[in-house]
């Protein structure tokens, strides 16, 4: 990349022929039409861009932020005195970090298949954001075991539609060659949470009986900590109202006309098959169950496993891991702080080489192969844990770099073959919801009795990675075939074959559609 160019430059003629080339042309496309977009001014081009990247990219990433640190903190919780306070047992803090999954799980789909619907998506994220923000604040007042369950479950049911849904609000802004990158700082800041909550919970711990409150309980109960996280969660979901953007036609505050004509134009332009009026803006049985039947879907599922079930499973134990190796609680939660960063920093690279070349395997496969490596070393080296600091701690900020750049890739690869908007909506809450089934395996895989070795969580975690990379491998190969098979026929010989019409009701499956690969 030249010192100076966009990492994601607008796709140039060269790039059209490109093997993995994402953009592609609708040849059907008004000639005035045609004749702006091509002509639209470079500068102009990576100005509206900038101009949305300035909008839309912070505020997600807040929400994200925000969504991440409320759902996490009971890890930081646990090793603060959570289980003696509330007279816990390991199984049952457990089933009350992993109650949250079940409408998480559960509501996505419907959730995404709600916003799709919005004009206005700011609206309705900035209701599910607001309703956490409530649940978070509430949770301040838990004395028990049962309180604490229901506080995780709606907050669940209400943090479910906001990363599906951040997912396909990006896919509408963006082009499949620009969303990695910007998918994968939502996930960067998520990592950054991880850092800043275990800065956080350093600080919470130096508060043990102040106000005659265990250390914890300022960050979950009775504390006004806590509380005042709740209502900073409950002020940002109302900045959505009016700072989250909703589509080009409603932005003319701060895009011109010809800027938002060249949006809109150059999300049709992508398009080879054209869905017809009720597919773009309903969702029919066919869409649904096109989305279950689709086999490229599972394979993205089992590449997503390789990241959602380690992932989980680590922002709940690696307080108690470093622990194990000798910290104190307050220590080892300020220790949780680089791996965070280094997997924040991982994303973001690898997201803009895999959007800079418009190919997803390689920048999948190779944080995979860092996975296994790293749960290798914590597998075979945490038995005698306190021995071996340097090379175990080594694994965990190895695990966390080869973690967090899976998710945009996964999330990128599933946009880019949606090119029925209706049914690219569902297949992003599809995959996200099943993904996080792997979030409801890593609750449970870090077994308080096989403390320090984790023999479980550690060997679960090396041999999802070890699938994901089987998948991703295999997933490449098998689209790489329909392609070849799909280039046998010219343009020119599949239209004389097929009506517009078909082409149009075949989405992904039409000869003209070429999957990126």
């Known amino acids: 990349m030249k010192r100076g160019q966009d990492p994601i430059d607008p796709p140039t003629p060269e790039k059209e022929d490109a093997m993995h080339s994402e953009f592609k042309v ?10 702006f977009l091509n002509n639209f001014p470079k500068d102009k081009k990576r100005a509206v861009i900038r101009k949305i990247d300035y909008r ?89 075991y049962a309180g604490l369950i229901a506080a995780r479950f709606f907050l669940g049911l209400f943090e479910a539609g906001f990363l599906p849904g951040a997912i396909l609000i990006i896919s509408k802004w963006y082009l499949p060659n620009e969303t990695q990158t910007r998918i994968a700082i939502l996930y960067a800041s998520a990592a ?26 300022w960050r979950l109960t009775g504390g006004k900590i806590f509380i005042l996280e709740g209502l900073a969660t409950v002020f940002i979901g109302a900045l959505c109202f009016t700072l989250l953007i909703d589509s080009p036609a409603l932005s003319t505050k701060w895009l011109d006309a010809d800027e938002i004509r060249y949006l809109e134009l150059r999300q049709q332009s992508r398009r080879i098959t054209k869905p017809s009026e009720f597919r773009e803006h309903h969702f029919d049985k066919e869409s649904f169950f096109s989305v279950l039947t689709d086999w490229k879907i599972y394979m993205l599922i089992l590449a997503n496993w390789s990241n959602a079930v380690p992932n989980y499973a680590m922002k709940f134990a690696m307080p108690q891991v470093i622990k194990n190796m000798g910290y104190t609680s ?79 890739g996964v999330n990128a690869w599933n946009v880019a073959n949606s090119p029925d908007p209706g049914k690219r909506a569902i297949s992003i809450g599809f995959l996200v919801c099943v993904g996080n089934i792997g979030g409801l395996i890593g609750s ?7 403390a320090p070795e984790y023999p479980t969580g550690y060997g679960t975690s090396l041999g999802f990675a070890s699938v994901g990379i089987v998948a991703v491998i295999a997933l490449e190969l098998l689209l790489l075939r329909r392609n070849k ?33």
């Open 192 to 217: 950054s949470g991880g850092a800043f909550s275990g800065l956080l919970a350093f600080a919470i711990a130096k508060l043990d009986g102040l106000g005659g409150y265990e250390g914890w309980r």
């Open 330 to 408: 307050s220590n080892a939660q300020l220790l949780t702080t680089p791996p965070y960063i280094l997997g924040a920093v991982s994303a973001f690279a690898f997201s803009i080489f895999a959007d800079r070349y418009t190919w997803r395997m390689p920048f999948i496969i190779g944080p995979q192969l860092c996975l296994v490596i790293a749960f290798g070393i914590l597998f075979s080296m945490s038995a005698d844990i306190v021995k071996n600091v340097a090379i175990c701690y080594f694994g965990l900020c190895f695990a966390c770099f080869g973690m967090y750049p899976i998710l945009p």
């Open 56 to 144: 839309l990219v912070p505020m997600l990433v807040l929400l994200y932020l925000v969504a991440y640190l409320d759902k996490t903190n009971i890890g930081n919780a646990k090793i603060e005195g959570l289980l003696e306070s509330l007279n816990m047992t390991g199984v049952q803090y457990n089933v009350a970090a992993s109650i949250f999954f079940i409408p998480f799980v559960l509501a996505e789909v419907p959730s995404n298949m709600i916003l799709h619907r919005f004009k206005k998506p700011s609206m309705y994220i900035g209701g599910l954001v607001t309703g956490w923000g409530v649940i978070m604040t509430l949770t301040g007042v838990v004395q028990n």
């Open 485 to 517: 098979q799909k280039a046998q026929l010219s343009e020119d010989e599949i239209r004389q074959q097929y009506s517009d019409e078909e082409l149009d009701g075949m989405g992904e499956k039409s000869p003209l559609f070429k999957y990126a690969l």
């Open 26 to 35: 609708d040849n059907r496309m008004a000639c005035e039409d045609a004749e």
């Open 444 to 450: 449970y895989i870090y077994l308080e009795e096989e």
